[in-house]
Nanobody, 125 residues
């Protein structure tokens, strides 16, 4: 399995932007579909976005479509989540995920094999 490490979380005001990064270990980064999930206090983990192995296909949850952008840099084994126009309801722990066989439309948490430790994003009103 690939090892994942997120960074870039923090405390911001509503309307601000944040960029999350996820560094992946291993030489098979290009073999994995990558994505992001989030979990708010008292809520279930939910899908945010995913990107295909080559980066040509992306998929977003309706709640973030038009505000968030997922990208990947295969030369640096890194995935990014650019978050704009942040809202208080975006407050959550954000997890980077990877899977060898998942599609970008795989929104079930249990279908993703590798998870990072998570990074906290807090948006104040």
């Amino acid at each position: 399995q690939v090892q994942l490490a997120e960074s870039g979380g923090g405390l911001v005001q509503a309307g601000a932007s944040l960029r999350l990064s996820c560094a992946a270990s291993g030489r098979t980064f290009i073999s994995y579909t990558m994505g992001w999930f989030r979990q708010a206090p008292g809520k279930e983990r939910e899908f945010v976005a995913a990107i295909s192995r080559g980066g040509s296909a992306t998929y977003y949850a309706d709640s973030v479509k038009g505000r968030f952008t997922i990208s990947r840099d295969s030369a640096k084994n890194t995935v990014h989540l650019q978050m704009n126009s942040l809202k208080p309801e975006d407050t959550a722990v954000y997890y980077c995920v990877a899977d060898f066989s998942s599609l970008v439309t795989t929104t079930t948490p249990g279908r993703w094999g590798s998870w990072g430790q998570g990074t906290q994003v807090t948006v104040s009103s």
